[in-house]
């Protein structure tokens, strides 16, 4: 049996008997040191999306004991199983308390039933000083998002992701900035829906575009195929599409939103990448918080578009030519 000694500068009598009981219940594969390596985030410029890659000169090895438990679910796209992770140990972990946006720290962990897998650690708590136990909770990494975890650049794509209209509106500001008479402010910045940096302060521009709402306008894709290449080829493909697009805007008063939402309409005279099927309206959105009695400046402007698809894709490989390089690294 474990036991802490009264000269340790932690003991006090809970603390003893928490990390006595802690050890009795705790599987000893389980207890002992565990390596954590830092991955930085990198977003796409094509389309918002998010990858971490590993930073393997920078590394921490933490003590504790971990406690997993699982869950299986079986889904229409797969059967996973949802491995809980909590680390208890005697030491603060600064590492892990440092909240940052841009850099995270991923371990490879065993589990009760054979092999391992990658867990990170999202919050700490609940903590009583005199107990003297930090805990660290989080998830494995599930396995649909194992390819957004990387050993190093060159493992992340280098064309757009998505297929819908998505790289059109990441682009919009560059594009609007260009066309004579638009009063919009251009410098607002515009981010993908669920892909939005944390504690980002507005006014910013979020993009949701209902993947159910996503159709076909023409009966039948037209695919450029050529001779050789293989299956690595890019195939040049056209189809008129239709998407249902929500833009979600933070921070801008009624005469702001109109001069951006001219600004859209005069895009779509200018260029010729999307259409208007519908005529967009604004909708003042309420979300409160009740510590200020307050309510945030979030309108919403909803409509339908035509466009081809190829244009998306091609607007998304400019993006990925016009960048100084074909990543953003934001951590490290």
Do not use: C
């Not at 594969?29 to 990198?42: A, D, E, M, R």
């Not at 930073?55 to 809980?84: C, F, K, M, W």
């Not at 208890?88 to 892990?96: P, R």
């Not at 697009?245 to 109109?258: C, D």
């Amino acid at each position: 049996m474990t036991t802490v000694s009264s000269a340790d500068p932690n003991w006090t009598m809970q603390h003893s008997a928490l990390v006595e009981g802690l050890h009795n219940l705790t599987n000893d594969s389980l207890s002992g040191t565990f390596t954590f390596t830092q991955y930085n985030k990198v977003v796409l410029s094509q389309d918002g999306y998010v990858f971490w890659v590993a930073d393997p000169s920078t590394t921490i090895t933490v003590r504790g004991d971990l406690h997993v438990s699982t869950d299986r679910e079986q889904e229409v796209d797969g059967t996973i199983a949802y491995n809980s992770v909590i680390l208890d140990s005697q030491d603060i972990i600064n590492e892990f308390n440092k909240v940052s946006p841009t850099t995270m720290w991923i371990g490879t962990i065993p589990i009760p039933d054979g092999g391992t897998v990658m867990a990170a650690f999202q919050r700490r708590g609940p903590f009583f000083e005199n107990a003297g136990i930090y805990h660290y909770a989080g998830f494995a990494i599930f396995p649909p998002f194992s390819d957004l975890i990387v050993s190093s650049v060159s493992d992340i794509p280098q064309g757009p992701i998505v297929s819908n209209s998505l790289p059109i509106w990441l682009n919009i500001m560059n594009k609007m900035s260009a066309i004579p008479g638009v009063k919009a402010d251009t410098s607002i910045p515009v981010y993908p829906s669920f892909l939005v940096p944390e504690n980002i302060v507005p006014p910013y521009i979020v993009v949701n575009i209902d993947p159910d709402m996503t159709t076909f306008l023409q009966a039948w894709p037209e695919f450029v195929w050529t001779a050789g290449g293989g299956a690595s080829q890019d195939v040049p493909f056209y189809q008129l599409a239709k998407d249902e697009v929500e833009l979600i805007l933070y921070g801008l008063n009624n005469q702001q939103a109109l001069q951006f939402m001219a600004g859209l309409m005069a895009y779509s005279e200018y260029y010729s990448d999307f259409g208007f099927m519908s005529s967009p309206v604004f909708q003042d959105q309420k979300r409160t918080q009740p510590e200020i009695s307050a309510i945030a400046l979030k309108k919403t402007l909803r409509f339908n578009i035509d466009y081809y698809m190829s244009t998306a894709d091609a607007i998304g490989r400019q993006l990925i030519e016009s960048a100084l390089v074909n990543y953003t690294v934001v951590g490290g």
